[in-house]
């Protein structure tokens, strides 16, 4: 293995101080704690919808004449089609899980904000590819509520004065989904969107490698005139990238995946989540589901488009309402003035006003997923008008996500937030 890593050495000396400046001499704060397990894991399930999206076009027809039959022969007659779909498909809805967590993470903790704004910039890119990329593969299997879901989805373009109608047809292809639309789903899903996803992400690990990992105390490690014991210029109170913290995230890989393996072998639909009922029968336009709604990810920015009011009969205040919810997330930086950065450390306004948000995203993606029209007449009576309890409870929960990010500013602008003392380096807690 010498002889063979002096012959890569000598042919490629690049390769050596790369691994060297991001894995073995890249010092990471030591006081890292459960919500840093997210980071890796979301790398782990990108890997896997690379790895199963290859086999899974090898026996798709991007074509509305095949593609719902193409994917019942994968999960009926391709031998472990069925396990590879399953691995997909629950792969899509695990990724926004740890993608959220590691997003709640940054909210915590205070990762977003200087010198880490760039760091946030490209997670953002991120999360919004991810969600192009996850609504064309959801469109892929062609399913009834596959149909509908694109037809609602790309019809909200519509409302975008001027062009709204040419770009609707422009993004289908068609005046209704079909061949057209699932080919460019296709190709945009199989090839272009996972390209621009890995460049992103090796451009945020890249960025956060310059300037350093945030930790749960928001202090930036000192780097003392001694160092430590495995470099003179190492931090204090930094440890090696690996083999410390690469060993430690395969303790919550092995987690991870024993509940991915349950899902997977038990429960691959999820109640209806994972896999929507209305998506096991085939595409038909004269056939409209008795509820139109993404998959469980998208839910709290739809209930957005739906809550926010029509105006001259057009729903583009919705959609502008939805970019908006998550252009605000992209501005975080500089509408959160806070003078430090943990959670462990900040006012209580802002404990408060996180949690409130928190609980807000969650009360929309309820409202999104329908769960208020089963479980209102529970609470309230059989009697109650479902229609104007969803406008109120979802009216509400609106202004609430929405000024949570005017109270931010407010908040840490003009000067109310009352902060703890920020300890000089990284604390260690048992």
Same mark, same amino acid.
């Given at each position: 293995?010498?002889?063979?890593?002096?012959?890569?050495?000598?042919?490629?000396?690049?390769?050596?101080?790369?691994?060297?400046?991001?894995?073995?001499?890249?010092?990471?704060?030591?006081?890292?704690?459960?919500?840093?397990?997210?980071?890796?894991?979301?790398?782990?399930?990108?890997?896997?919808?690379?790895?199963?999206?290859?086999?899974?076009?090898?026996n798709?027809?991007?074509?509305?004449?095949?593609?719902?039959?193409?994917?019942?022969?994968?999960?009926?007659?391709?031998?472990?089609?069925?396990?590879?779909?399953y691995?997909?498909?629950?792969?899509?809805?695990?990724?926004?899980?740890?993608?959220?967590?590691?997003?709640?993470?940054?909210?915590?903790?205070?990762s977003?904000q200087?010198?880490?704004?760039?760091?946030?910039?490209?997670g953002?890119?991120?999360? @919004?590819? +991810?969600? =192009?990329?996850?609504?064309? #593969?959801?469109?892929? !299997?062609? &399913?009834?509520?596959?149909?509908? $879901?694109? /037809?609602v989805?790309v019809?909200?373009?519509?409302?975008?004065?001027?062009?709204?109608?040419?770009?609707?047809?422009?993004?289908?292809?068609d005046?209704?989904?079909?061949?057209?639309?699932?080919?460019?789903?296709?190709?945009?899903?199989?090839?272009?969107?996972p390209?621009?996803l890995?460049?992103?992400?090796? @451009?945020h +690990?890249? =960025?956060?490698?310059?300037? #350093?990992?945030?930790? !749960?105390? &928001?202090?930036?490690?000192?780097? $003392?005139? /001694?160092?430590?014991?495995?470099?003179?210029?190492?931090?204090?109170?930094?440890?090696?990238?690996?083999?410390?913290?690469?060993?430690?995230?395969?303790?919550?890989?092995?987690?991870?995946?024993?509940?991915?393996?349950f899902?997977?072998?038990?429960?691959?639909?999820?109640?209806?989540?994972?896999?929507?009922?209305?998506?096991s029968?085939?595409?038909?336009?004269?056939?409209?589901?008795?509820q139109?709604k993404?998959?469980?990810?998208?839910?709290?920015?739809?209930a957005?488009?739906?809550?926010?009011?029509s105006?001259?009969?057009?729903?583009?205040?919705?959609?502008?309402?939805?970019?908006?919810?998550?252009?605000?997330?992209?501005?975080?930086?500089?509408?959160?003035?806070?003078?430090?950065?943990?959670?462990?450390?900040?006012?209580?306004?802002?404990?408060?006003?996180?949690?409130?948000?928190?609980?807000?995203?969650?009360?929309?993606?309820?409202?999104?997923?329908d769960?208020?029209?089963?479980?209102?007449?529970?609470?309230?009576?059989?009697?109650?008008d479902?229609?104007?309890?969803?406008?109120?409870?979802?009216?509400?929960?609106?202004?609430?996500?929405?000024?949570?990010?005017?109270?931010?500013?407010?908040?840490?602008?003009?000067?109310?937030?009352k902060t703890?003392p920020?300890?000089?380096?990284?604390?260690?807690?048992?």
């Amino acid at each position: 293995m010498s002889k063979f890593s002096a012959w890569i050495g000598e042919r490629a000396p690049g390769l050596d101080a790369t691994y060297r400046k991001h894995m073995t001499e890249y010092y990471a704060p030591k006081n890292f704690n459960l919500w840093y397990y997210f980071g890796s894991l979301a790398l782990l399930v990108l890997i896997n919808q690379i790895v199963t999206g290859i086999f899974l076009t090898m026996n798709y027809n991007p074509s509305a004449a095949g593609a719902f039959d193409s994917v019942q022969y994968i999960m009926r007659d391709v031998q472990w089609g069925w396990l590879i779909r399953y691995m997909h498909t629950t792969g899509a809805s695990l990724f926004f899980v740890v993608v959220f967590l590691h997003m709640f993470r940054g909210l915590l903790y205070g990762s977003y904000q200087k010198p880490r704004e760039l760091v946030w910039l490209l997670g953002m890119l991120i999360f @919004l590819t +991810l969600m =192009a990329e996850a609504f064309m #593969g959801y469109v892929l !299997p062609w &399913g009834n509520m596959s149909f509908w $879901g694109a /037809k609602v989805i790309v019809s909200l373009f519509g409302t975008v004065p001027v062009v709204g109608n040419d770009l609707v047809e422009w993004i289908m292809g068609d005046f209704l989904p079909a061949d057209a639309t699932l080919n460019r789903f296709f190709a945009l899903h199989v090839v272009a969107l996972p390209i621009v996803l890995l460049l992103l992400v090796v @451009l945020h +690990l890249a =960025a956060l490698h310059e300037v #350093g990992s945030n930790n !749960p105390d &928001g202090v930036d490690v000192k780097h $003392g005139p /001694k160092g430590n014991r495995w470099s003179p210029t190492a931090p204090v109170d930094g440890i090696p990238f690996h083999p410390y913290y690469t060993l430690k995230d395969l303790v919550g890989v092995g987690v991870f995946l024993i509940v991915a393996a349950f899902i997977i072998f038990f429960a691959p639909t999820f109640g209806g989540w994972f896999l929507e009922h209305d998506n096991s029968i085939p595409a038909n336009n004269l056939l409209t589901p008795a509820q139109i709604k993404p998959v469980w990810y998208f839910t709290a920015f739809y209930a957005i488009v739906r809550m926010v009011p029509s105006a001259f009969g057009t729903a583009f205040w919705g959609v502008l309402g939805m970019f908006g919810s998550i252009a605000l997330l992209f501005a975080l930086p500089w509408i959160d003035g806070g003078k430090v950065r943990s959670i462990r450390y900040r006012g209580t306004g802002y404990k408060v006003g996180l949690m409130v948000f928190v609980l807000s995203f969650f009360c929309l993606m309820a409202l999104g997923m329908d769960l208020t029209d089963e479980y209102f007449p529970r609470i309230f009576g059989s009697g109650i008008d479902l229609t104007t309890w969803d406008n109120v409870f979802g009216r509400f929960w609106t202004l609430v996500y929405f000024g949570y990010f005017v109270f931010l500013w407010l908040y840490t602008h003009l000067g109310w937030e009352k902060t703890k003392p920020v300890p000089e380096r990284v604390t260690m807690h048992d």
